[in-house]
């Protein structure tokens, strides 16, 4: 149960989140927890959904995007991002079991997708105040500049969702997977 109720429906929810809490429906066949918890602030739910639209718009591949985001869920401890992230890794950018671990752990057995893991949680550890030298081997290992703010971009995207679910015990819905031992 979380912390602050969750509307039950799409018609629960303050009208003006509907439209966006319909369209996630339509998209996926159902809504998550965490958009219908986000939509009790229809300004936080057009914030979430206009950036996560923006980025799948963007350079990253899926595959990419979605190792992102279980590297910032076990970071910052998200059980709930790390159930939703392991199931649309595999579901969705069909990554593998290995692959899978491998992203929760912040690597990856492509180089390319290891270098912007290790950048990610780098932005996380020193909470963006990372080297030269760090943005210089992300662009090394093949990013471009343009990729390497849709990294930071999808760091704050995923850092927002986990403390969100973390913060107000967001109901996981998702098969549930734990985080690491630290």
């Given at each position: 149960m979380s912390?602050?109720?969750?509307p039950?429906?799409?018609?629960?929810?303050p009208e003006a989140s509907r439209p966006?809490?319909?369209a996630i429906n339509k998209q996926l066949g159902v809504v998550p927890n965490i958009f219908r918890l986000v939509a009790t602030s229809p300004v936080a739910l057009n914030?979430?959904?206009?950036?996560?639209?923006?980025?799948?718009?963007?350079?990253?591949?899926?595959?990419?995007?979605?190792?992102?985001?279980?590297?910032m869920a076990e970071a910052n401890g998200c059980d709930y991002?790390?159930?939703?992230?392991?199931?649309?890794?595999?579901?969705?950018?069909?990554?593998?079991?290995?692959?899978i671990a491998a992203a929760r752990h912040g690597?990856?057995?492509?180089?390319k997708a290891a270098a912007a893991l290790a950048f990610a949680r780098a932005l996380t550890a020193a909470r963006g105040s990372v080297a030269p030298s760090e943005?210089?081997?992300?662009?090394?290992?093949?990013?471009?500049?343009?990729?390497?703010?849709?990294i930071i971009a999808h760091v704050a995207l995923n850092t927002f969702t986990?403390?969100?679910?973390?913060?107000?015990?967001?109901?996981i819905d998702f098969p549930h997977v734990t985080r690491l031992a630290a």
């Open positions: 912390v602050i109720p969750t039950a429906t799409i018609s629960d929810a966006i809490l319909e914030a979430l959904a206009g950036l996560q639209g923006a980025l799948g718009k963007g350079k990253l591949s899926l595959a990419t995007r979605e190792r992102l985001a279980l590297t991002c790390l159930s939703a992230h392991t199931y649309t890794s595999a579901n969705f950018a069909k990554l593998n079991d290995a692959e690597s990856s057995s492509d180089a943005v210089e081997t992300v662009r090394a290992a093949g990013y471009s500049d343009a990729e390497i703010l849709e986990n403390y969100v679910n973390e913060a107000l015990g967001t109901e």
